[in-house]
């Protein structure tokens, strides 16, 4: 049973209010950005072009990490069963085995990583790399003790990290950010999954689906579901912070919240990879006759796509330009208040998209609205400004959040 406090700190509404804390004090110059909210819909019509160029007939998926494993519209998913998996339980657990490591091993990885697909002769860089690297190796076994395309916990422990390194391509001309922070993440996953068996019933990610289907017969909300994530995978981050022996994952103090009475409302929230995990798992679910409520209460990813948006956008500007040049680490004040900005102004272009385009959040919930989308934007605006696409601001990455 966990504290009210734990509760709310694992959920959408304390990632709103701690980075709407963060909004509020930049509007009072209080942060190291100042606003010029006047652009807002300059950068919603730029949203809605990127939306009409990826999805011509506006049918637009959820933002879920089915898109980078299918990058450049080859249906490399599909290829896993080739038509002999019936059952669509074990289907969805199958592709929950493979999201959630993909997941897991999604975070940038540098301006020089390139992965070289033999099957196609394409080289792939960035998230669609990452995405395409981590199918491969599913697809090799490389997460199995049985060298099958499945995933179970003894062998993500014993996972070392020369075996991820020839997976990823690493080599001295082609280095990867944060590998062994991604190795750490994966033996972690391994341990947990054997810590935590009530969530994993079988010993592998995908059991996770004969949890859900066991406690919440088959609808679940998605606030909810965020929830199980966060408990069921929170063990597997590095130790950063926690309250109440519960670690809380991606959840920074920030000086602007010290004062704060209740030592939960102290932190700024964000959750990003665990709830691109939670946007993951939303199609294998569905697909699997899980009926997932309240999609649009999740927020937006705080990630330097998103980020990039608003400051290559002119959104936000930094007070003092000399930020641009510096390093920053994840626990900075810079990057945390660059993030929090970001999720209130998601959920703001969203609005501002809807009105435009005479969507609501059913028909245009905000899931649909970073794929189409504000990530794309992001890294159009990005490509513009920087010959190697990087994010506007420097970051100190160890491999496990951005």
Request: proline share 5%; hydrophobic share 40%; glycine share 8%.
């Given at each position: 049973?966990?504290?009210?406090r734990i509760?709310?700190?694992?959920?959408p509404t304390?990632?709103?209010?701690s980075?709407s804390?963060?909004?509020?004090?930049?509007e009072?110059?209080?942060?190291?950005?100042?606003?010029?909210?006047?652009e807002?819909?300059?950068?919603?019509?730029?949203?809605?072009e990127?939306?009409?160029?990826?999805?011509?007939?506006?049918?637009v998926?959820?933002?879920?990490?089915?898109?980078?494993?299918?990058?450049?519209?080859?249906?490399?998913?599909?290829?896993?069963?080739?038509?002999?998996?019936?059952?669509?339980?074990e289907?969805c657990?199958?592709?929950?085995?493979?999201?959630?490591?993909?997941?897991?091993?999604?975070?940038?990885?540098g301006?020089q990583?390139?992965?070289?697909?033999?099957?196609?002769?394409?080289?792939?860089?960035?998230?669609?790399?990452?995405?395409?690297?981590?199918?491969?190796?599913?697809?090799q076994?490389?997460?199995?003790?049985?060298?099958?395309?499945?995933?179970?916990?003894?062998?993500?422990q014993?996972?070392?990290?020369d075996?991820?390194?020839?997976?990823?391509?690493?080599?001295?001309s082609?280095?990867?950010?944060?590998?062994?922070?991604?190795?750490?993440?994966?033996?972690?996953?391994?341990?947990?999954?054997?810590?935590?068996?009530?969530?994993?019933?079988?010993g592998?990610?995908?059991g996770l689906?004969?949890?859900?289907?066991d406690?919440?017969?088959?609808?679940?909300d998605?606030?909810?579901?965020?929830?199980?994530?966060?408990?069921?995978?929170?063990?597997i981050?590095p130790?950063?912070?926690?309250l109440?022996?519960?670690?809380?994952?991606d959840?920074?103090?920030h000086?602007?919240?010290?004062?704060?009475?209740?030592?939960?409302?102290r932190?700024?929230?964000?959750?990003?990879?665990?709830?691109?995990?939670?946007?993951?798992?939303?199609?294998?679910?569905?697909?699997a006759?899980i009926?997932?409520?309240n999609?649009?209460?999740l927020?937006?990813?705080?990630?330097?796509?998103?980020?990039?948006?608003?400051?290559?956008?002119?959104?936000?500007?930094?007070?003092?330009p000399?930020?641009?040049?510096q390093?920053?680490s994840?626990?900075?004040?810079?990057?945390?208040?660059w993030r929090?900005?970001?999720?209130v102004?998601?959920?703001?272009v969203?609005?501002?998209?809807?009105?435009?385009?005479?969507?609501d959040?059913?028909?245009?919930?905000?899931?649909?609205i970073?794929?189409?989308?504000?990530?794309?934007?992001?890294r159009?605006?990005?490509?513009?400004?920087?010959p190697?696409?990087?994010?506007?601001?420097?970051?100190?990455?160890?491999?496990?959040?951005?």
């Amino acid at each position: 049973m966990i504290s009210p406090r734990i509760d709310y700190l694992l959920s959408p509404t304390a990632i709103r209010m701690s980075c709407s804390a963060i909004y509020d004090a930049c509007e009072n110059g209080g942060t190291s950005f100042k606003l010029n909210p006047e652009e807002l819909p300059r950068i919603a019509d730029l949203v809605i072009e990127v939306m009409r160029d990826n999805y011509p007939d506006m049918k637009v998926p959820f933002h879920s990490r089915a898109r980078h494993l299918n990058t450049g519209n080859i249906d490399r998913v599909s290829s896993l069963f080739n038509g002999t998996e019936q059952d669509p339980l074990e289907r969805c657990r199958k592709l929950l085995d493979l999201v959630v490591v993909s997941v897991l091993l999604d975070a940038g990885a540098g301006n020089q990583w390139t992965y070289f697909e033999e099957s196609t002769g394409k080289t792939w860089n960035r998230s669609e790399g990452l995405a395409v690297a981590s199918f491969h190796m599913f697809q090799q076994g490389l997460f199995s003790m049985n060298y099958q395309a499945e995933v179970n916990q003894e062998a993500l422990q014993r996972l070392p990290s020369d075996s991820l390194a020839h997976g990823f391509q690493v080599s001295d001309s082609n280095p990867i950010t944060g590998l062994d922070g991604r190795r750490q993440l994966l033996n972690n996953l391994g341990k947990t999954i054997a810590d935590k068996a009530e969530f994993f019933p079988g010993g592998r990610p995908g059991g996770l689906l004969d949890y859900i289907l066991d406690k919440h017969q088959g609808q679940i909300d998605a606030a909810e579901l965020l929830k199980i994530v966060l408990l069921a995978y929170g063990d597997i981050w590095p130790s950063r912070h926690s309250l109440d022996q519960q670690s809380l994952g991606d959840a920074w103090p920030h000086p602007l919240l010290a004062k704060e009475v209740d030592e939960a409302h102290r932190f700024v929230v964000f959750h990003k990879l665990s709830q691109w995990l939670t946007y993951s798992l939303m199609e294998p679910l569905q697909d699997a006759g899980i009926e997932i409520d309240n999609i649009d209460s999740l927020t937006g990813l705080a990630e330097y796509r998103n980020g990039g948006l608003f400051l290559d956008g002119n959104v936000i500007q930094l007070r003092d330009p000399e930020l641009m040049k510096q390093g920053h680490s994840l626990d900075s004040q810079v990057i945390i208040e660059w993030r929090a900005l970001t999720v209130v102004l998601l959920d703001k272009v969203a609005e501002l998209i809807r009105e435009k385009l005479n969507e609501d959040e059913q028909s245009m919930p905000l899931v649909k609205i970073l794929e189409g989308g504000t990530w794309w934007a992001g890294r159009r605006l990005a490509q513009e400004r920087r010959p190697d696409c990087s994010p506007p601001l420097k970051l100190i990455s160890d491999g496990t959040i951005f």
